[in-house]
C-alpha cells in the first residue's frame, strides 16, 4: 500500500466511523470496517500513523444538538480478534493464560451511568472515550435502569443498551407504516433512540440496559467478577450467559457455546468479551492509545454481508401473489453460500430505492431467507438499472394483476399456482394425504394425472401403474391415504384453499361461526368477525366470488365435519391468552385444543397482554421475556392443576 492509497483509506474509514457512530446510518457492513481497519493497523505496523487514522481514537468527535458531559474516567474501546490464532496471541500480550471473565458482546449502543449518594444523576453516550452526549432525561424513561441503588459513593456504571430482537420488527413495521426508513439494524435504533430530543420516543422503544464494567469508582474487590456481582445485585438485569473460565480451552468452548445460542437470545450479540479477571493484574497491563490491554471482543463470524444485486428472479406463490427474489454475487454468511434474498413485494424495492448492480448488505438469521437491509447508493457508478413492475406472469405469461402492494396472477391453471396449491392441499395441517408430496404431486401434475384440487380425488390404481418408484404397496396405500382425507373437519379443508391471510386460526372461526354456509358471507360478515380485518374479508370476499360454486363441488367430494369445540363456562381460563414455549410431552396441537375448550386463546408472541406461558424443557428467549415483563409462568404440572379446577 502507497502512502497515498493508506490516507485515502483512513479518509474512508473515518467516513464510515462518523455514519456509524454519529450518524446511526452505517456505510458499511460491520465486516468491511473490520477489514478496514485491520488495513490500515497492517500499514501502520511499519510506518509512521497519520495522527488522523480511526486507530488512534476511540471514536469520531460528536457533533449533535445534546450538550456534551466529560466522562470520570475515560470509556475505552476493544481491541477485537477473529479466531484462535489471534485469542491465544492476544492472551500471550496480556501476559495471562487462566482465569478469564466472559460473558456476551451485545450489539446494542454503549452508555455511561453516574450514582451519587446512591442517586442516578447522569447518563452518557461513549462519545469519542472522554467526552459523550448527555442524553440524562432519556435514560430516565429507561425502565430496567434503577433511578436509585443502595451505595452511597459516588461510582459510574457502565453497559449495553439494546433493542430485543422482537421490538425491533415492530419499531421497523411501525417506521415503514408511517413512511419513515427502517433502522438498518437493532444497534443502530438503540442508539437513535437513546439520542431522540423527544423522551417520549426514547420510552415508547422498550430499551434494555445490561451493564459490562465500571468507570471511577471506589469498590475494594480483587477480581472483575466480584464488581459485576456486585453491580447486578443493585437490581441492574444480568445476562444468563456469564462464565469464569480457567483457561484457554474453556474460554473457546464457551465461544463455541454461544455462538450456538446465538439465534435463540432475545438480542442481537455480534461476540463474546473475554477479560482479564485479576483487576491487579489489569491494572499492570494497562492501556494501548485506543484499548485496555485485558480485555478483548471474541468475534462471531459475519452475518451481515454486504455484496452486488445482480438480478431479479419472479415467484409465483399458490395464491397467486408474484414476489420478487435478489439474484446476489454469493457471499458466504457464517458459511452458508448465500446468492439469493427475498425483496417481499415491489412496495419494498421502491422503499429501498434498490437497482440491479447495487452494493447491498445482506443479512442472514438462523434458518430464515437472507434479506437486504440496506442500500449503498454512495458507491453507484451509473451503471444500475430500475426494477420494473412486471405486467406478465414469469410462467403461464397471463396479464397481472396489480394491487399496489400485491401483483397477482389470477390464472387458476398456472403450472406455477397449481402445484404450490396442491402442496399446500395435500399437507400434514390441511388434508394430510400421506405420501402425497412435493416430488410427487411435480411428478403426477407433469404425466397430466391430476391437473385440478379436484382431481387428486379421482385418481386411480391404473394412474400409478409404470411411474417409476410405484410398487402394489405403494399405490395401495396412497390410495387409501386420499380416501381417509375425504373425511376431515371444516377447518382443515378451509385452510387447505390456501387463501390469502386466511391461515388455521381464521379458518377455524369461519368453520364455528358460519360452518359449511362460510363462502356465503358477504365482506360486512366477515369483516364483524373477532380478529378479522379489512385485508382478511377482502380477501375471503373476492376468493368466494370466484370460487363459491367449486367449494359446492368439492362438499359432494367431501365427508366435512362441522364439529364444534364444547367451551367449558365456568373456567378459570376464559378469555385468557396463552404462549406455548418448549417441550412438552404431548404435541402442542393437544395443549392447544385443551386451552380452547377451556375458553382460552393461544398466541404465538409474547406481551404484557399475555396471560400464562406454558412451558417445557428447552423454553427459550419467549420464556425469559415472559419472567422480565412478569408474566405467570407455569410448567406441564401446574397447567393440569389449573383444568382440574374447573372440573
Known amino acids: 500500500m502507497t502512502k497515498q492509497e493508506y490516507l485515502e483509506k483512513v479518509a474512508l474509514a473515518n467516513a464510515w466511523m462518523r455514519a456509524y457512530y454519529e450518524l446511526d446510518e452505517p456505510l458499511a457492513s460491520d465486516e468491511e470496517y473490520d477489514a478496514l481497519i485491520r488495513e490500515l493497523r497492517a500499514y501502520e505496523s511499519e510506518n509512521e500513523p497519520n495522527i488522523d487514522s480511526p486507530t488512534q481514537k476511540i471514536a469520531p468527535t460528536l457533533q449533535s444538538e445534546f ?46 451511568l453516574v450514582y451519587e449518594n446512591g442517586k442516578l444523576i447522569s447518563g452518557a453516550t461513549r462519545g469519542d472515550g472522554e467526552l459523550g452526549e448527555d442524553i440524562t432525561l432519556n435514560v430516565l424513561e429507561i425502565e430496567n435502569i434503577p433511578k436509585t441503588i443502595a451505595y452511597k459513593e459516588k461510582i459510574e456504571i457502565r453497559g449495553e443498551v439494546v433493542i430485543l430482537k422482537e421490538d425491533f420488527e415492530k419499531i421497523n413495521q411501525k417506521r415503514i ?3 419513515q426508513s427502517p433502522f438498518a439494524n437493532p444497534r443502530n435504533a438503540a442508539s437513535g433512540s437513546l439520542r431522540q430530543l423527544d423522551t417520549r420516543i426514547t420510552k415508547q422503544r422498550n430499551l434494555k440496559f445490561y451493564p459490562w464494567g465500571v468507570g471511577e469508582n471506589t469498590l475494594n474487590f480483587e477480581k472483575h467478577s466480584q464488581i459485576m456481582s456486585f453491580i447486578r445485585e443493585l437490581g441492574f438485569l444480568k445476562d444468563d450467559f456469564i462464565r469464569l473460565c480457567v483457561n484457554l480451552d474453556e474460554v473457546l468452548n464457551s465461544y463455541k457455546e454461544l455462538c450456538n445460542l446465538r439465534e435463540q437470545k432475545p438480542m442481537m450479540m455480534d461476540g463474546m468479551v473475554v477479560r482479564v479477571d485479576d483487576l491487579e493484574l489489569c491494572k499492570e497491563l494497562g492501556y494501548t492509545v485506543k484499548f485496555p490491554k485485558f480485555m478483548a471482543a471474541f468475534k462471531f463470524p459475519a452475518l451481515e454481508k454486504t455484496t452486488r444485486l445482480l438480478g431479479v428472479n419472479l415467484q409465483v406463490g399458490r395464491s397467486g401473489v408474484v414476489t420478487p427474489v435478489a439474484v446476489l454475487e454469493s457471499v458466504n454468511l457464517d458459511g452458508v453460500i448465500v446468492k439469493s434474498a427475498t425483496l417481499h413485494n ?6 429501498l ?12 438469521s438462523g434458518d430464515v431467507i437472507p434479506k437486504i437491509t440496506k442500500v449503498f447508493k454512495d458507491r ?69 394425472k391430476i391437473s385440478t384440487l379436484e382431481s387428486i380425488f379421482h385418481l386411480k390404481y391404473e394412474d400409478f401403474e409404470g411411474l417409476e418408484g410405484f410398487k402394489e404397496k405403494k399405490i395401495t ?16 379443508f378451509i385452510s387447505s384453499l390456501g387463501i390469502e ?10 368453520a364455528r361461526v358460519f360452518g359449511k354456509m362460510w363462502h356465503k358471507q358477504d365482506f360486512e360478515n366477515y369483516k364483524n368477525l373477532e380478529g378479522f380485518g379489512e385485508e382478511m374479508a377482502k380477501s375471503l370476499e373476492e376468493f368466494v366470488r370466484v370460487n363459491s360454486q367449486r367449494i359446492d363441488e368439492f362438499y359432494t367430494l367431501l365427508d366435512l365435519s362441522e364439529e364444534k369445540i364444547e367451551v367449558v363456562e365456568q373456567s378459570p381460563i376464559k378469555d385468557k391468552s396463552f404462549v406455548i414455549t418448549g417441550t412438552l410431552s404431548r404435541p402442542r396441537d393437544e395443549f392447544k385444543a385443551l386451552i ?46 389449573l383444568l382440574n379446577n374447573a372440573l
Open 67 to 112: 450538550h456534551k458531559i466529560k466522562h470520570l474516567s475515560k470509556m475505552w474501546s476493544m481491541e477485537d480478534v477473529f479466531d484462535e490464532d489471534e485469542l491465544r496471541a492476544w492472551a500471550k500480550r496480556a501476559k495471562c493464560e487462566e482465569n478469564f471473565f466472559i460473558e456476551p458482546k451485545f450489539d446494542g449502543a454503549s452508555l455511561n
Open 177 to 179: 407504516e408511517e413512511n
Open 346 to 351: 415491489f412496495d419494498e424495492i421502491s422503499r
Open 353 to 364: 430505492d434498490v437497482k440491479i448492480n447495487d452494493f447491498v448488505s445482506v443479512i442472514r
Open 380 to 448: 453507484r457508478e451509473g451503471l444500475e438499472l430500475k426494477i420494473e413492475r412486471p405486467k406478465f406472469c414469469p410462467v403461464c405469461s397471463s396479464e397481472l394483476l396489480d394491487e399496489g402492494t400485491m401483483i397477482k396472477c389470477q390464472n387458476l391453471d398456472c403450472k406455477a399456482r397449481l402445484v404450490n396449491s396442491i402442496i399446500h392441499f395435500v399437507s400434514k395441517k390441511c388434508l394430510n394425504i400421506d405420501g402425497l408430496g412435493e416430488s410427487i404431486a411435480q411428478l403426477l401434475y407433469e404425466k397430466g
Open 477 to 492: 396405500k396412497l390410495l387409501k391415504a386420499i380416501e381417509n382425507a375425504k373425511t376431515c373437519e371444516l377447518f382443515r
Open 501 to 510: 391471510h386466511i391461515g388455521e386460526v381464521a379458518a377455524k372461526k369461519l
Open 596 to 641: 380452547e375448550k377451556f375458553g382460552g386463546k393461544v398466541s404465538s408472541s409474547v406481551s404484557k397482554k399475555t396471560s400464562f406461558v406454558l412451558f417445557g424443557e428447552e423454553a427459550g428467549s419467549k420464556l425469559d421475556k415472559a419472567r422480565e415483563l412478569g408474566v405467570v409462568c407455569i410448567n406441564e404440572e401446574q397447567f393440569n392443576q
